[in-house]
């Protein structure tokens, strides 16, 4: 597991589940698909969850990797859980940090 500071808005914690990862946010991970955001009036810190087992699969690159970061940071920001405002967040956020190949993942499927 992997616990770092998100560099797209230097302040929402990131947990990167890696292999061999066991507990509670792996088992809350493995119910969905890519990542997820902890967020809301129960929630102290907002955390954004993306599932870094994904590099298993060949195509999968660290670009892939943040833009699912960004969507969850999108969720957080937004205090949304619809999707397209999610990823309109997701994407101005990896436009204004320059990351164009990650925003471009996020566009080109679909969802804003
Ligand atoms: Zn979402």
Same mark, same amino acid.
Request: aromatic residues 4%.
């Given at each position: ?17 890696e ?13 969905? !698909?890519? %990542? ?6 129960d929630? *102290?810190?907002?955390i954004a969850?993306?599932?870094? #087992? =994904?590099?298993?699969k ?5 670009d ?6 960004a969507? !969850?940071? %999108?969720?957080i920001?937004?205090?949304?859980i619809? *999707? ?7 994407? #101005? =956020?990896?436009?204004s ?11 080109e499927?679909?969802?804003?």
């Amino acid at each position: 597991m992997n616990i770092r500071t998100s560099t797209l808005d230097g302040e929402t914690l990131v947990i990167e589940i890696e292999d061999g990862d066991t507990g509670s946010v792996v088992d809350l991970m493995n119910a969905r !698909e890519n %990542g997820f955001a902890l967020f809301g009036e129960d929630i *102290e810190a907002p955390i954004a969850v993306v599932d870094g #087992r =994904l590099f298993r699969k060949s195509w999968f690159t660290a670009d892939h990797l943040l833009a699912i970061e960004a969507h !969850e940071l %999108g969720h957080i920001h937004m205090e949304s859980i619809e *999707e397209p405002v999610a990823e309109r967040e997701g994407i #101005r =956020l990896l436009e204004s940090a320059g990351r164009i190949v990650a925003a471009n993942i996020l566009k080109e499927r679909g969802i804003a």
